[in-house]
């Protein structure tokens, strides 16, 4: 495996290569020497009942290392069957290299692991290499004066599919799993796309659109149609990260309470919704304040949850760069419409209270002098600009977007790891 995919074997920042013998494999690991580089065995996609096979480089000296997740944590484990070991330093000691032999059937013997209900005793697990297995790879710092694994820094890559080790075939992998993928996509459709265009809806075309679909005035309609939509991506986004992360995590705390505080606020803007008061009753006006401010609320909180999400610690760090100034870019433009958008509101009011009609022509002289004046009562028009705002608007969040989701799907194909079985790495 290479990391990252448009790179070669010479100038990759990370390299996994196998090689099967009769009844052994030997692995190749290189990459940057900020503490280790650890290639996982797994049934699934998941951290947790994995082997790890790991190099290590700190102030202890070099080391490779056998071991055992047994969840979100690692065990090293001493009598290793590892042989053949050869560790390494190159481009000016700024790569780590190692290999080493593994047998294909091994089976570790484990003590002291936790199997459920706080209990605790021996167990022995089986990896055998003739089989498929899920690769993951990672890297991070050692804890300080030891030669312990600690957390790794950025996001695993994990293979996509399981791989057969004794074939020759191209491995790919991804940092960013397809869970976490489509829980990225369908928040951003629903907060950068969605949510805004809704909300431009309501605060300012409530008299351009006030024609009738079905007896309910067509910006309510598409209003309300919207966010219903926009309110089920969230709650499925919402369950899907959850799920796949099994629960709170720490590394992304911030991110995670910003992300519970749109899907309250989600929540109680559907409930609240469904018992609006009538356009006569007393509680519209508290209605309707409490609805404005909790979507504006639950707009911004979107939009710091999204900042911190793309600037967590296990995000690769060219993504963490670009998409800052993506989504940097795209509040800066979205605000930049609003007062747009305020500004024609403003003149539209403006030419409405200049545009009433006295006919005076037809005033009678039997007529009195009160009742000549008569206001010429007028049938609201659509302003033209206020529609050609809303076509430009809808077309800039829709161009961004593409725009966003090219340069992002770039970054998944950079950072998706493409590789094959060599020989060696260093010839």
């Not at 560790?87 to 000691?93: K, T, Y």
């Not at 024609?344 to 409405?352: D, H, I, T």
């Not at 039997?366 to 705002?389: D, R």
């Amino acid at each position: 495996m290479l990391w990252p995919k448009l790179c070669k074997p010479s100038d990759c920042t990370y390299v996994v290569t196998y090689k099967t013998g009769n009844d052994f494999i030997d692995f190749e690991l290189m990459g940057d020497a900020r503490g280790y580089l650890s290639l996982s065995i797994s049934e699934d996609v998941k951290m947790g009942d994995d082997e790890t096979l790991t190099c290590t480089e700190g102030v202890k000296g070099s080391s490779i290392q056998q071991g055992y997740n047994p969840s979100y944590y690692n065990d090293w484990i001493k009598n290793t069957v590892l042989s053949n070991v050869k560790i390494a330093r190159f481009s000016g000691g700024k790569k780590l290299y190692c290999k080493f032999r593994r047998p294909l059937q091994h089976t570790l013997n484990l003590y002291f692991q936790q199997l459920g209900d706080n209990k605790f005793g021996p167990k022995n697990r089986t990896f055998d290499l003739m089989r498929s297995f899920y690769l993951f790879l990672g890297w991070g710092p050692l804890y300080r004066g030891t030669d312990n694994m600690g957390h790794h820094i950025e996001l695993p890559i994990i293979s996509t599919n399981l791989v057969d080790l004794q074939a020759v075939s191209i491995v790919r992998a991804n940092a960013l799993s397809i869970p976490v993928q489509a829980h990225s996509a369908m928040m951003l459709i629903t907060w950068m796309l969605l949510a805004g265009f809704a909300m431009v809806l309501s605060r300012h075309y409530k008299e351009n659109l006030s024609s009738e679909w079905c007896g309910v005035k067509s910006w309510f309609q598409l209003h309300r149609g919207i966010m219903l939509i926009a309110a089920a991506m969230t709650t499925a986004s919402f369950v899907l990260i959850f799920i796949h992360v099994d629960g709170w995590r720490d590394q992304a705390s911030l991110h995670a309470a910003f992300g519970i505080a749109v899907m309250t606020l989600t929540i109680f803007q559907v409930l609240i919704a469904l018992f609006r008061p009538g356009p006569d009753s007393k509680m519209r006006v508290i209605f309707n304040w409490y609805h404005r401010i909790s979507g504006f609320l639950s707009h911004a909180c979107a939009a710091v949850s999204m900042m911190l999400g793309v600037n967590m610690s296990l995000m690769p760090r060219q993504m963490q760069d670009w998409q800052t100034k993506m989504i940097g870019t795209w509040i800066g433009v979205h605000v930049l419409w609003l007062i747009v958008f305020e500004i024609l509101k403003c003149r539209q009011k403006a030419e409405g209270k200049s545009s009433e009609n006295y006919d005076l022509d037809n005033m009678s002289d039997k007529k009195s002098s009160n009742q000549g004046l008569q206001p010429e009562v007028t049938t609201t028009q659509p302003s033209c600009s206020m529609m050609v705002a809303l076509v430009l608007y809808a077309v800039t969040m829709l161009g961004f977007f593409d725009w966003c989701s090219g340069f992002y799907l770039y970054f998944l194909m950079k950072f998706t790891s493409a590789g094959t079985t060599y020989n060696t790495i260093l010839k």
